[in-house]
């Protein structure tokens, strides 16, 4: 989609020459609120009221040849004043309904003075626009779409910015998301990481191939691959926007490009879905793009921890016991378990680098579905501070999560009776036990760990894949960016980490 803001003097609003021209209505209101909004517009919605198609119910009212206005098309689209997440994606598919009705490609919608969220609104357009269809041969395709905004001042061009920065983060994030096993390999991720490079002058990419990282210790990390044909490797993307020697925000991302579950294999129901196991790492991808783009004076480094889970003679198997790159060891209850093993070695490397904080992502659990759905991602944690910041952040961005608990009393269910610990609890609550596994790997550094199992992808919706956590994600360190020294306590009383 092309969004751009143009200038309009309101009071000749209709003299303004539109194809199709979308006008905000607040809702419940009798009149408009601002002396801004010129008397032509009132008697428009005058005259809609007088003949009875615009009412106190009314959400949308397409007029075609409007009296008085040289727009061939006005769209009268009811909303609330202040809009929130919901008014915007309401708003945003009206307008896209509408133009695919008509077959149009552009609009132009009047963004009023008193219009508080707008932000929000410019998202909401951006991201339904989204299509993925990259694998059909048969497409109907049309022009790309084009909005323009048309606004009496500059206010909101940091809102277009950003929010055209997250919609390019968002949409790398969804068709990685969306690729197929077969194409999205390993191997593939590494592509798209060093493209990060190769644009951005800001951004350099290593990738650390199987050597390396036997080099490094990574037992776990290893062992999940190790039933596949596509060779794993772990790209390591820095983005350098403050001063270079200040710690960066390590970003981790869970990218396991197809997890049939290894030997503890999963059941065909649900399993083609798996190819979404990798929406940690591809939301990696999609953040370092937008945090390039926007040039937030941070220091930010994102790491995909990536492999293939497939059974094979080879594989990693139940029984198995792992040495981690930390040293601690673990026993394998279940190689559908993955995630984790990969994550807690991509830990332990972020720690060795001074990071300020680590944030992994990471569709990691059923449990996460169950508990809280598709509507928050499940968020945990050893620093209270840096919780909330992100809970905060994703209240602020429509991208909620919720705060789960890893007090020490769950961490019993990862007793082992043989190594330092088991992958997976029985009988225990999934997602926090993921959680309680990955928090003895933070140890003290301050970190938190995003389950975005019921967030990140809707399988069989068409675009399945969300682009979430981005906005969380892109918001938190947009905030962070504006903090003077951020401090992040760490409570490893409730956090229960094993020192
Ligand atoms: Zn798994």
Redesign the pocket.
Known sequence: MIMQTQHLNMAAVDNHSAELLVILVPAGQTGFPSQAYPACLETLIEHYKKMGDWHSESKYLLCINPPEFKASRILLVDTNMDIVKADAKRISNVVSDVLEQLNKAKAEIIMPPWLQGGELLIQALFHASYKFSDYKTKTSRREEISVTLLVSDDSLDESLDYARALHNGMSRTRDLANMPGNLCTPGYFAECALALDEQFATISTDVLDEAQLTELGMGAYLAVGRGSVHPGCMPVIRYVGAEPEEPAIWVIGKG?TF?S?GITLKKPPGMQSMIY?MCGGASVIGLMAAVAELKLPVNVTGVIATAE?MPDGDAFRPGDILTTMSGQTVEIIST????RLVLCDAITYAKQHQPALIIDVATLTGAQIVSLGSHASGLMGNSPQLNQALQQAGDESGDRAWTMPVWPDYQDALDSPFADMRNAGSQSPGMITAGCYLARFAGNTPWAHLDIAGTSFQYGTGNSATGRPLPLLLQFLRNYSNLSAPQWSINTDDCGFLP
């Open positions: 396991i997890d579950g196991d889970n559908d378990a993955e995630g």
